[in-house]
């Protein structure tokens, strides 16, 4: 399930890097910087994702050891 998740992630983050890409306007300041806020947030995202997969998955070893 969480595969799914960080794909959707991913594809958010791969459609706003080609939309930038393909400008033909080419790339303002504020491009740039929203650019770059928008990775740290897909990347920020798919570490929490990750996280939260990491915990899932020690609490259901935990939970079946008991």
Do not use: P, Q, T, Y
């Amino acid at each position: 399930m969480l595969d799914h998740l960080i794909d959707l992630v991913m594809a958010i983050w791969n459609a706003d890097s080609e939309m930038c890409d393909n400008s033909l306007v080419g790339e303002s300041e504020m491009d740039r910087k929203s650019r770059g806020c928008v990775s740290i947030v897909c990347g920020g995202l798919i570490a929490l994702l990750l996280l939260a997969g990491i915990i899932a998955g020690a609490f259901w070893w935990w939970a079946g050891r008991r």
